[in-house]
């Protein structure tokens, strides 16, 4: 299979399309979308098998990030979504990767990420460790991540 890339604002309507899919209809969340994903600073990321529209994720400064302080090269990952019959195929691992590559480009020296705490295996694997309190966002458990890039 050809991996291959989308990035920026122009990528925003497959992500939206993947993220209705996983975090509206299987995963049930009412607030999926907000202000920030149309912000200039806001760089959506989307992947593809072959051409067909597999998975995303997006990646911004933390000055986006309410819940965090500002600081120099601080930058937060989030949203990483696969369609479900593409799963445990290495794709999560590409698009965080890729994310990963984008940000350290554009000056990033740290990734916070607000995980779901069922998923904190996966992202553990990736070097992220887990800080600060576990606490509901909507009906699901999250615990933020960082990792220095
Ligand atoms: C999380 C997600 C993006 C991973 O995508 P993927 O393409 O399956 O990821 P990869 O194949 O690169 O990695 C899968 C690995 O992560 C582990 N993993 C993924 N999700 C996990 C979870 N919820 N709990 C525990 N482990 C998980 C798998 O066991 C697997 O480990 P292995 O390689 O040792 O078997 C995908 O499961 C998904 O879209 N889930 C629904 C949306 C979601 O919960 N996103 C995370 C929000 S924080």
Redesign the pocket.
Known sequence: MEITFGQGAEAFEDAAAVRTR?FVEE?GFKNEFGPEDEASEMIHVTLYGDGVLLGCARVFPATLEPALDDAPGRWVFGR???LPE????????LLLAESERIAREAGATEMHLH??C??Q??YA?AGYAAYGPVELDEHVEHQWMAKAL
């Open positions: 996983v995963q990483l979504a696969v593409a799963r445990k195929g290495g794709l999560g691992s995980a779901q069922s998923a295996p996966f694997k």
